[in-house]
């Protein structure tokens, strides 16, 4: 239980997705513990990076994990072409005489998903609905399992590692204290090269798009992964600029049924009950979107992982299943219709020559030209002022627990997690002065 208190108190959660608690992951017993270090989107770099510069920091903590969740078996997986950050991780267990293994995927998307990663690991297919621990398996990526191990020392959660590339003069991982503004971190990499630019907070697959006056407004968080400078007349923008009703009425008219999205979809061929053409088929006939949020095909789109495969790759008419389907989640959620989770399925034999190309899929978002990049420089940040979410996580926000114009020090808590329910603390990033305090906690380095 050790362990868990110090995660806990350090404010650790998941780096690279919803931000779930990790302390509260961590409290199982499991046997596969997974680290994943596939990094599931296209041209984000950060985790290969630690795999390559902290690789003996990441085979310690995988077996302090290991030894409290009593994982028989302890991988980290990743492409088969990393071969640097194989290297690395090889000599770190070798020196360690570590038990951790290195389980080698195929270079496909979504190989960084972590269900998908389970099954080919273990061979189960994660139940609809469900997680890995279904399975007897625990997945953290290789950036949260570097902060743990950070917890342990009683170091807490303050900085972030991510990826800044794209249309940049140099791209760069970026070190960084959490709440440092997007516009330091993209000068961190030269700069922009463009003067009209879009910005992607994440992947180009699963992130947000945001505008270049979107992009000033917003900091860096503990699940912030990347940051993607594109033109703005990029094939991912135009994507992701189509309205919803165009969306939806493209759906009901164009659709020929050809059921491509369903036989590539990463879910249905592990053995999950979504089948994307006919969500679309349904959708086509309905007059009122209410009238088939009981339709059981319907209610499939709740388990979508919306990794974007169907719309970017293997739909011909161009249409948007991905979005249709995030759509119903949010019009299922709002009726109280939630997905009951079934039994184990097995995944489809297809499933292994159906596997689709990574760079293919950037190539088709336009940003093809950034896949090769090898990004190896670290720019660690001191900026001199800061902007903290007390909400960078699943479950309840944390509670300022200083006063504006108190002065603090970097890795002092100043958002307590709730004492009942999820949550995660919070620190003080720099230290300064807190100059505002609302939903962020506002400050700015020095003393008063």
Not at 203 to 213: A, V, Y
Not at 299 to 320: K, N, S
Request: with cysteine; net charge positive.
């Amino acid at each position: 239980m050790e362990l868990l208190k110090q995660v806990a108190q350090a404010g650790v959660v998941g780096c690279g997705g919803a931000g779930f608690p990790t302390h509260a992951k961590l409290g199982c017993v499991v046997e596969y513990l997974i680290v994943n270090g596939a990094e599931c989107e296209p041209l984000l770099r950060t985790d290969r990076w630690l795999m390559r510069h902290k690789a003996a920091e990441l085979v310690a903590a995988a077996e302090l994990v290991a030894q409290h969740v009593g994982a028989s078996r302890t991988l980290i997986a990743l492409k088969e072409t990393y071969s640097q950050e194989i290297a690395a991780l090889e000599q770190a267990g070798a020196s360690a005489s570590s038990r951790v293994e290195l389980f080698k995927m195929k270079n496909f998307y979504p190989a960084g998903d972590e269900q998908i990663m389970v099954l080919n690991i273990t061979g189960r297919t994660v139940p609809p609905g469900g997680i890995p621990l279904d399975v007897g398996a625990v997945v953290t990526n290789a950036a949260t399992l570097y902060s743990v191990g950070q917890a342990t020392q009683g170091k807490a959660f303050t900085h972030k590692y991510l990826t800044v590339t794209g249309e940049v003069v140099k791209p760069v991982v970026v070190y960084t204290p959490i709440g440092t503004s997007f516009a330091d971190c993209i000068q961190a990499a030269g700069g922009a090269l463009l003067a009209d630019y879009r910005v992607v907070s994440g992947g180009p697959l699963m992130g947000r798009l945001l505008t270049k006056e979107q992009a000033a407004q917003e900091v860096v968080t503990k699940t912030t992964s990347g940051i993607l400078l594109i033109p703005a007349d990029c094939a991912l923008v135009k994507r992701r600029e189509v309205p919803l009703r165009s969306i939806l009425r493209r759906a009901k008219s164009v659709c020929i049924q050809c059921s491509d999205c369903t036989q590539l979809c990463p879910r249905y061929l592990s053995g999950h009950p979504l089948e994307p053409h006919k969500i679309m088929r349904k959708l086509a006939y309905a007059e009122d979107i209410s009238a088939i949020l009981d339709d059981e095909a319907v209610r499939q789109a709740q388990i979508c992982c919306e990794c974007g495969v169907c719309e970017v790759l293997a739909c011909p008419m161009e249409l948007h299943p991905r979005q249709v389907n995030a759509f119903l989640k949010g019009e299922l959620g709002r009726s109280g219709v939630y997905y009951q989770k079934g039994l184990e399925p097995h995944k489809r034999e297809e499933m292994d020559w159906r596997r689709v190309p990574s760079k293919q899929l950037a190539q088709r978002l336009g940003v093809g030209k950034y896949y090769d990049y090898h990004i190896d420089r670290l720019a660690e940040l001191a900026p001199d002022r800061v902007t903290i979410p007390l909400k960078q996580h699943l479950g309840a926000p944390a509670r300022a627990v200083v006063e504006q114009g108190q002065t603090v020090t970097c890795g002092q808590l100043i958002g307590a997690a709730p004492v009942e329910g999820l949550g995660a603390n919070v620190h003080a990033s720099i230290s300064g002065v807190v100059t505002g305090i609302g939903d962020q906690i506002m400050i700015k380095g020095g003393r008063s």
